[in-house]
């Protein structure tokens, strides 16, 4: 099921360490500098790849302030707003692509991005993008889903929200559209999210109904739950990034900082190291150990014909001598010769 990706310079899949993606979004704050601020703290977390969007407030709605163009959740974080003035904040000016991605090239991370239409698409293939991101928010638009999976290139989809049924229908076009190399990221869409609203055990049936690479776009607070995905076989972690949460920003809120990120990226590849195979016995590592098993002694100066008892054999440590489970058949049986305390009990020493 699923199989090994190639993505820029790393190997995806499940003999591989996960591939971890810093996700930029609008954490830029609207400030190229800080922009490229990020791209290099990302490179020093260990972070594999450092992700933006591609789009224009034009590409995404319309320049409107009233009904359902106007944010009025009071829950929501960007209560108050309108999705036009949102998508004007967050989005990342189309000419800073090039030198973000040039200096991520620089520091050796690997730099795409999410397109929201057709004429993203176009520029990020002027940019050589080395795969592609569909958000949550539009796994069902199928013809964006064909036009991006037509570039042959690697593509990741956000699964949030969508039904088996919907899931499909988006996978068989990718599919179609000429997409061999596809990732699902388990992703729940709220902002952040909560643990008990996550539902990791989506994962690993995910991999086996569209037999495909998993993942999980994590918007929760924390580590634990990217690290509790390994677990369940995600190969790729997506997480928010910043300098600074306090800071501000249309995502700060539910954004990873740059310690923390350093933090993902060694325990997601030591519980990835930790999942191994089925194994019993004592593993090459565990051998010097062994001998600090309990085992049979005498205990007390014996004569030969002396017979073994509770007060003269004991099982302690080290586990040089007779297994343990033997005390009740050797209790009672005379020893052959002489035997000094702390000899290891074996059965050559009885009559």
């Keep these: 099921m699923g199989r090994n990706i190639k993505i820029g310079t790393r190997i995806v899949g ?28 990302a490179a020093k977390t260990g972070a594999h790849a450092l992700k933006i ?32 003035k949102l998508y004007g904040e967050a989005y990342t000016p189309w000419e800073w692509h090039k030198p973000i991605f040039d200096r991520a090239r620089e520091l050796g991370i690997i730099a795409f991005s999410t397109p929201f239409d057709d004429t993203a698409v176009d520029f990020l293939e002027s940019l050589e993008v080395p795969c592609y991101k569909i958000a949550s928010f539009e796994n069902t638009d199928l013809p964006l889903i064909r036009r991006v999976a037509a570039t042959g290139k690697p593509l990741i ?13 988006t996978v068989r076009a990718a599919r179609e559209a000429g997409c061999k190399d596809l990732i699902l990221l388990k992703c729940t869409s709220t902002y952040p999210a ?13 991999r086996d109904l569209f037999g495909c690479e998993v993942g999980l776009s994590d918007h929760t607070m924390g580590i634990g739950v990217s690290i509790a ?16 949460r306090a800071d501000g920003g249309v995502d700060s809120t539910f954004s990873m900082e740059p310690m923390e990120m350093a933090q993902l990226v060694v325990e997601t590849e030591r519980a990835w190291q ?30 030969a014909g002396d017979i073994l008892t509770p007060d003269n054999v004991r099982a302690i440590r080290p586990g040089l001598g007779m297994p343990t489970k033997y005390l009740d058949i ?20 009885l009559g």
């Design 14 to 41: 499940v003999g591989q360490a996960p591939f971890i993606i810093a996700e930029m979004s609008g954490n830029h704050n609207q400030s190229l500098e800080r922009a490229l601020e990020i791209v290099e703290a």
């Design 229 to 244: 995905s390994v677990a369940l076989g995600a190969t790729v972690i997506e997480k928010h990034f910043t300098l600074n």
């Design 157 to 169: 989809i956000s699964t949030g929200m969508a039904s088996i049924a919907e899931l499909d229908d």
């Design 330 to 349: 050797i209790l009672g049986l005379a020893v052959k010769h002489d035997v000094k305390r702390g000899t290891a009990l074996g059965w050559s020493l």
């Design 53 to 84: 969007q591609t789009y224009t407030p034009d590409t995404m709605t319309l320049d409107l302030d009233e009904r359902e163009f106007h944010i009025s959740d009071p829950k929501s974080i960007w209560a108050g707003s309108s999705l036009y």
């Design 274 to 303: 930790a999942m191994g195979i089925v194994s019993y016995g004592a593993t090459a590592a565990e051998q010097k150990s062994i001998q600090f098993r309990r085992s049979l002694y005498i205990v007390k100066d014996m004569k």
């Design 194 to 206: 909560t643990a008990n609203n996550t539902n990791m055990l989506t994962i690993p049936h995910m």
